[in-house]
């Protein structure tokens, strides 16, 4: 099991930047893929970006490519959420989340098992 805690959201203006970080408890994250997705104000929970084990492959929705990118540290436990030229309709909660390692990284939040609590990210225009 792994426990994720999600860091870094606030308000920032549009064309703005914001690095939001998620820390993972446990000794084993590198055998865990990576998401982060976000929920805005009566929406559903849409996917942003996922990573691989290792990190060598990454995934992003069409709307945030070009503008965020994915890393993570294993050695610290911590996957990195990088967004660029926010704008307003950036705005949501973000979440973390991992899947069990057995299975393979998808976009749908259904298959992912592990979530974090969730930071606000807040872009005023």
């Known amino acids: 099991q792994v426990q994720l805690v999600e860091s870094g959201g606030g308000l920032v203006q549009a064309g703005g930047s914001l690095r939001l970080s998620c820390a993972a408890s446990?000794?084993?994250?590198?055998?865990?893929?990576m998401g982060w997705f976000r929920q805005a104000p009566g929406k559903e929970r849409e996917f942003v970006a996922s990573?691989?084990?290792?990190?060598?492959?990454?995934y992003f929705a069409d709307s945030v490519k070009g503008r965020f990118t994915i890393s993570r540290d294993n050695a610290k436990n911590t996957v990195y959420l990088q967004m660029n030229s926010l704008k307003p309709e950036d705005t949501a909660v973000y979440y973390c989340?991992?899947?069990?390692?057995?299975?393979?990284?998808?976009?749908?939040?259904?298959?992912?098992?592990?979530w974090g609590q969730g930071t606000q990210v807040t872009v005023s225009s």
């Open positions: 990573i691989s084990r290792s990190g060598f492959s990454t």
């Open positions: 989340a991992a899947p069990l390692p057995s299975k393979a990284v998808t976009n749908t939040p259904e298959g992912y098992d592990y």
């Open positions: 446990g000794r084993t994250f590198n055998n865990y893929a």
